[in-house]
């Protein structure tokens, strides 16, 4: 790998020991990729506090969190001491709301690491959005800038709907890249890399958040990691549909990128999406496919008694929020439910001022952050039958927690808490 000599400096421990083992990592980590350079980067999404009970231990010794960053981030197991991040550095989630320790069944113990982990990422200058949608609350990448970011839905998010460019970074290279401000240049940095390579023709009505779901569920399945090129869509999507359509393609498939023509901003038309690429595959998505893609979701579920609704996968914006309000407002969770949302942090604060928060907490639910049930493995105790409108959590949640979970609208859903029964279906 060539690098510059400001990199080279650094590979050489000229700038401490800390950039040493970080430029040490990003070059094998190139290598490896078959990359032939480092880029610039001034915007990085990862994670560094000690988010599992392995990680706990080692903050909890003589070195403390520098051990964490040391042995998980630098892949050192010698601890370094970390400085502050020399570029804008955000945490994505992390494993429990601290806020909700009771309710999560987290013990003292764990919530005063987390607080520590959350001191000591201040402490380096990296910012708390402890979401999985940081482009939600302030971190927004412009066109064209390159980034380091972990969380599969946000890199779809962030590479596709506002034309950024990272590939799915991991907790190591994200943690290199604080500390230097490079990555290594390949995959998605490139150009040529991003045009389409498969055409997907849509032949159904795809309107609601739900329905943005499954076309990115069936989109990931059928493409896996290449570039999805999807016409046939009527009305404009918003933020919250093409957030779900991303998570849903990531999760099924490996997709980071892809092109709605007409849409996106790398697609002004169907030939720039390809630039010059002829589709490797076709596919149409009609109502065949929106059914057999809702069945496939809901596989694991056949209990129509549901015990538990999560919603907020990805992170729910306030636009969310505010619509599960509206359809909750004076009405009580089942006794023999729960309802459990969430939210980024500065999300939540903005829905304690508009009073969402109170209407959430008086029908019997909770508002939660920096966490969800399938990453952070935080349900109410004794749950079987769950119920989400993501694509993504009914993907996960069953296989990671042994229940079973129905797919829904938002609607379905907050009518599942409130009735304690599933009455969901495609409408
Ligand atoms: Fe976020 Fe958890 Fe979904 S971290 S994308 S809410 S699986």
């Known amino acids: 790998m060539r690098l510059t000599d400001h990199e080279q400096a650094m590979y050489d421990g000229e700038h401490g020991i800390a950039k040493q083992k970080a430029m040490d990592l990003l070059v094998r980590y190139g290598n490896a990729l078959g990359a032939e350079r480092l880029v610039d980067t001034r915007n990085v999404a990862g994670t560094i506090g000690a988010t599992t009970p392995f990680m706990r231990k080692y903050a909890d010794e003589a070195g403390g969190l520098d051990a964490v960053f040391s042995e998980f981030n630098l ?25 909700h320790a009771a309710e999560q069944g987290v013990g003292e113990d764990v919530v005063r690491i987390f607080r520590k982990g959350d001191a000591y990422s201040a402490g380096l200058g990296v910012q708390l959005l402890n979401t999985c949608a940081p482009y939600q609350v302030g971190n927004l990448p412009a066109r064209g800038e390159h980034c380091a970011w972990m969380e599969s839905s946000a890199v779809i998010y962030i590479n596709a709907v506002l034309g950024a460019k990272s590939n799915a970074e991991g907790r190591e290279s994200t943690g290199a890249a604080m500390l230097t401000g490079k ?44 570039v999805p090129v999807i016409t046939g869509i009527g009305r404009a999507p918003n933020m919250v549909r093409l957030k779900h359509f991303g998570a849903a393609a990531a999760s099924s498939g490996g997709v980071e990128m892809y092109h709605i023509p007409g849409y996106t901003p790398e697609a002004p038309s ?20 929106l059914r057999e893609t809702y069945d496939n979701l809901n596989a694991t579920a056949s209990d129509v008694d549901v015990d538990f609704v999560m919603l907020g996968c990805p992170h729910y914006s306030i636009e969310q929020i505010w619509e599960v309000c509206q359809l909750l407002e004076g009405r009580k969770v089942h006794v023999n439910s729960n309802l459990w949302i969430f939210t980024p942090r500065a999300t939540k604060q903005i829905c304690d ?24 493995r935080v349900m109410p105790k004794g749950v079987k039958v769950a119920a989400v409108d993501s694509a993504k959590q009914v993907h996960y949640l069953p296989a990671i927690m042994g229940i079973q979970a129905w797919f829904g609208s938002t609607a379905d859903c907050i009518d599942a808490a409130v009735t304690g029964r599933w009455n969901g279906g495609l409408r």
């Open 75 to 99: 892949d050192s197991r010698e601890v370094v001491r970390i400085p502050k991040v020399s570029v804008y550095s955000s945490h994505l989630q992390q494993g429990i709301d601290p806020e």
């Open 183 to 226: 990555i290594p240049y390949w995959g998605y940095h490139i150009d040529e890399n991003r045009r389409g390579t498969h055409a997907i023709d849509v032949d159904v009505p795809i309107e609601s958040m739900s329905d943005w779901g499954m076309l990115g569920y069936f989109v990931g399945d059928r493409v896996q990691d290449r």
């Open 270 to 289: 169907v030939e720039a999406a390809f630039g010059g690429n002829r589709p490797i595959e076709r596919f149409v998505f009609g109502r065949k496919e």
């Open 353 to 376: 001022q508009n009073g969402y928060t109170r209407i959430i907490t008086e029908a019997g639910g909770f508002l939660m952050s920096d966490t969800c049930s399938a990453l952070g």
